[in-house]
């Protein structure tokens, strides 16, 4: 199975400040048809998950522009550029490259 | 507006069989989708457990296949679940959710249904 390690685990940011999350494969997420399979998804308190990007750096519509996904291959970044109270949640990324699709452990947001 | 919206009983005792059916409404399950289940044990991350299209062809996770079915009712419009010999470790937050046309991720989750493993 692709192994999907998240830093940090947990995350205290204050109203406007930027935040980061990093994900790491254990494999690249590259397939031959060129395209990554790399998703960031967000789960707030007592909802389902829902996608926030996919393909590494496509935001899902609807999602704001301040969530950024970036990276290649085996590492990826989420950023939001400035962290609102909704924001709220655990973030977790997502690999489909292979069966069975693998999560990463979840980074928890908290607001300062 | 599509609304999934899963069923089953929220106690199973070990080593029985745990059922669950996930009910789509706003798209008809026989459109293009693939559909799947997923879980989340409490306090961790979502596993996926299996995925399937509207004519068959079910893919599984390695790891649970000898013990889930995944199967789809056309007429109903719903997917059902099943996961015989049943341990504590079963004990999630079981979700249905629908297949992203445009990638491959699930782009509509349901609320979830938890179930609890225990005698």
């Known amino acids: 199975d692709i192994v999907m390690t998240q830093t940090p685990l947990s995350l205290s940011v204050a109203p406007g400040q930027p935040a980061s999350i990093s994900c790491q494969s254990s494999?690249?997420?590259?397939?031959?048809?060129?395209?990554?399979?790399l998703f960031w998804y967000m789960q707030k308190p007592g909802q389902s998950p829902q996608v926030l990007i996919y393909e590494v750096s496509t935001r899902f519509s609807g999602m704001p522009d301040r969530f950024i996904g970036s990276g290649s291959e085996t590492d990826f970044k989420l950023t939001i550029s400035r962290v609102e109270a909704e924001d709220v949640g655990v973030y977790y990324c997502?690999?489909?490259?292979?069966?069975?699709?693998?999560f990463g452990q979840g980074t928890k947001l908290e607001i300062k | 507006q599509v609304h999934l919206q899963e069923s089953g009983l929220g106690l199973v005792k070990p080593s029985e069989t745990l059922s669950l059916n996930c009910a789509v409404s706003?798209?008809?399950?026989?459109?293009?989708?693939?559909w799947g289940w997923l879980r989340q044990p409490p306090g961790k991350w979502p596993q996926w457990i299996a995925e399937?299209?509207?004519?068959?062809?079910?893919i599984y996770n390695p790891s649970l296949k000898s013990r889930a079915t995944i199967s789809v009712d056309t007429s109903k419009n719903q997917i059902s679940l099943t996961l015989t010999s049943v341990t504590a470790a079963d004990t999630a937050v079981y979700y249905c959710?629908?297949?992203?046309?445009?990638?491959?991720?699930?782009?509509?989750w349901g609320q979830g249904t938890l179930v609890t493993v225990s005698s």
């Open positions: 706003g798209d008809s399950i026989s459109k293009g989708h693939w």
């Open positions: 494999e690249s997420l590259r397939d031959r048809d060129g395209k990554t399979y």
């Open positions: 399937i299209y509207h004519s068959g062809s079910p």
């Open positions: 959710a629908r297949m992203a046309l445009d990638f491959t991720a699930f782009d509509i």
């Open positions: 997502m690999q489909s490259k292979l069966v069975p699709y693998t």
